[in-house]
T-cell receptor
């Protein structure tokens, strides 16, 4: 079974440009999460999809970030325009819906991350 | 609000020595607790999790962690370190019964030397 995949693995862009990150979750996983780790700091939650719907986007830093999950399959995270402070590693994770619709302790499976550098 | 504190951003041990990585949490409700490991150029992998069952949790690769409510701790241990254990380790917490958003600590990088 394929794991969570992310593309690209690395991206280097100039300040002001646009970048789109993609995440393909494990097949059948309705939950999809985005996290970000800025250099030397903790991994922080950005948002959570259940199928195609945004369940929680409380961690999105500002309106320069736009996440979509068309058809409830893969997800994209667009940063437009990128700023220096957006540099970091962006992780995607997916998990199944638990029994009775509860999320509880279902393991989140993480992708390898996309390292974004904004110059 | 929930938070996680990992004491020591870098820990170095000798091969064969005890590994102890510290994690303290704060949570207003009973938490679920996790340890993840990240090897170079890989994603985060779940080592073990506490979900209100046994307080001593055994995970993969010989790691275990003990949930101590009185100390609000969930320290990760391994009796004998291997070179292959060199990686970065993350403690995380989430609300039981919540939507499973993970709150992470800052991570501890473990170095194992011969």
């Amino acid at each position: 079974e394929a794991g969570v995949t992310q593309f690209p693995s690395h991206s280097v862009i100039e300040k002001g440009q646009t970048v789109t990150l993609r995440c393909d979750p494990i097949s059948g996983h309705d939950n999809l999460y985005w996290y970000r780790r800025v250099m030397g700091k903790e991994i922080k939650f950005l948002l959570h999809f259940v199928k195609e719907s945004k369940q929680d986007e409380s961690g999105m830093p500002n309106n320069r970030f736009l996440a979509e999950r068309t058809g409830g399959t893969y997800s994209t995270l667009k940063v437009q325009p990128a700023e220096l402070e957006d540099s970091g590693v962006y992780f995607c994770a997916s998990s199944q819906i638990g029994k009775g619709g509860l999320f509880m302790d279902n393991e989140q499976f993480f992708g390898p991350g996309t390292r974004l550098t904004v110059l | 609000a929930q938070s996680v504190t990992q004491l020591g951003s870098h820990v170095s041990v000798s091969e064969g020595a005890l590994v102890l990585l510290r994690c303290n949490y704060s949570s207003s409700v009973p938490p679920y607790l996790f340890w993840y490991v990240q090897y170079p150029n890989q994603g985060l992998q779940l080592l073990l999790k506490y979900t209100s069952a046994a307080t001593l949790v055994k995970g993969i690769n010989g790691f275990e962690a003990e949930f101590k409510k009185s100390e609000t701790s969930f320290h990760l241990t391994k009796p004998s370190a291997h070179m292959s254990d060199a990686a970065e380790y993350f403690c995380a917490v989430t609300l039981s019964g919540g939507y499973n958003k993970l709150i992470f600590g800052a991570g501890t990088r473990l170095a194992v030397h011969p």
